[in-house]
């Protein structure tokens, strides 16, 4: 597999898995191939987090939440594809 490996942990008694789900869909439709993986990690304790090729991301205790889609898109392309444009996506950092 070539490209960034996405890792999405989620808290499985919180009933995350919905939201996981979707943010890998964005993921997936944002990047595509420039993907190597977006896996689902079913997790307990409230653990809600991102990483890219190992590295955090996200952690919803650590950064107050859930990231939105554009951010999250900021978050993996700087991460992992920063020559990657985002379109329209990026005018919040213009």
Same mark, same amino acid.
């Given at each position: 597999?070539?490209?960034?490996?996405?890792? @999405? *942990?989620?808290?499985?008694?919180? %009933? #995350?898995?919905?939201?996981?789900? #979707?943010?890998?869909?964005?993921?997936?439709? *944002?990047?595509?191939?420039?993907? +190597?993986?977006? @896996?689902?990690?079913?997790? *307990? +304790?409230?653990?809600?987090? @991102?990483?890219?090729?190992?590295?955090? @991301? #996200?952690?919803?205790?650590?950064?107050?939440?859930?990231?939105?889609? /554009? /951010?999250?898109?900021?978050?993996?392309?700087?991460? /992992?594809?920063?020559? #990657? %444009?985002?379109?329209? +996506?990026?005018? /919040? %950092?213009?």
């Amino acid at each position: 597999m070539s490209g960034p490996q996405i890792s @999405i *942990t989620y808290c499985t008694q919180c %009933n #995350w898995l919905l939201r996981a789900t #979707w943010m890998a869909s964005e993921l997936l439709s *944002t990047f595509g191939t420039e993907l +190597g993986s977006v @896996i689902l990690v079913p997790g *307990t +304790g409230g653990v809600f987090f @991102i990483e890219v090729d190992g590295q955090r @991301i #996200w952690e919803r205790k650590r950064d107050g939440g859930f990231p939105d889609a /554009a /951010a999250l898109k900021r978050l993996v392309r700087d991460q /992992a594809l920063p020559e #990657w %444009n985002l379109g329209h +996506g990026d005018r /919040a %950092n213009s």
